[in-house]
């Protein structure tokens, strides 16, 4: 199982930037996919996941609104957009699939929002 992440880099306060994570190893269009967050000397945070079809997508109150989880199961891709971001979203990002029993991690990708 293999998941790689890709986008992030420094954005000013407002601005947008959209996290890709490219999975293979595993059956794509058949696992729930999710992103979470890790700000410095702060937990690992949920953020959002979209079920395997795309139809469902649940999202934490604190991106509600602001941030936009897709899939392309035809690319084994999974996508973070995020518009509208805040200093407070500066964190490295992950994705993360859950193949029973363990949880399977990317290197995840460093977001920092600053002016």
């Known amino acids: 199982v293999q998941l790689v992440e890709s986008g992030g880099g420094l954005v000013q306060p407002g601005g947008s930037l959209r996290l890709s994570c490219a999975a293979s190893g595993f059956i794509f269009s058949s696992r729930d996919m999710s992103w979470y967050r890790q700000g410095a000397g702060k937990e690992r945070e949920w953020v959002a996941t979209?079920?395997?079809?795309?139809?469902?997508?649940l999202y934490a109150d604190s991106v509600k609104g602001r941030f936009t989880i897709s899939r392309d199961n035809t690319k084994n891709t999974v996508y973070l957009q995020m518009n509208n971001l805040k200093p407070e979203d500066t964190a490295v990002y992950y994705c993360k699939v859950h193949l029973w029993p363990r949880d399977y991690w990317g290197q995840g990708t460093q977001v920092t929002v600053s002016s």
């Open positions: 979209i079920t395997s079809s795309g139809i469902s997508r």
